[in-house]
């Protein structure tokens, strides 16, 4: 026995960075996974497997506002707001669908940050402009015609 508290030891594991984000934790083989405790029942709702622990937390973050509300304790309480509308929904399936989506779309991002751009970007193109002229080429000095 180590006679620390068990306090202590959790308290520890998050400054070694174990376990950076509330709600993950790490597979022995690197992977990062996400679940929530049911409000009111001993069940757990599982929210999936991800490469980054940053995909985990907001998985975790997303289903643990479905089931709080605005009050819940997030990991990124800034980037709620990507998760979008309100289910109609509330079981358990639907929060983890919804949950599993967000981990998702942050993992595949990581993976290839130029492959996604966020949710609220989009570029509105104006079909009625006329394209601007290209510049035409410099005169380099060197002359392509031979006679």
Known sequence: MDGGSGAARVSNRR???????KGIRMRKWGKWVAEIREPNK??????????????AARAYDTAVFYLRGPTAKLNFPDQIVAVGGALSD???ASIRKK???VG???????AN??????????????????PDPEPEPEDSGLDYCSS
């Open 42 to 55: 001993r069940s757990r709702i599982w929210l999936g497997s991800y490469s980054t622990a940053v995909a």
């Open 90 to 92: 509330l079981s358990a």
């Open 113 to 130: 940050p130029l492959s996604l751009k966020p949710s609220w970007f989009h570029e509105e193109i104006d079909l009625n402009k006329q």
């Open 99 to 101: 949950a599993a989506e």
């Open 15 to 21: 400054r070694s960075g174990e376990k950076p984000y």
């Open 104 to 110: 998702a779309r942050v993992d595949a991002a990581a």
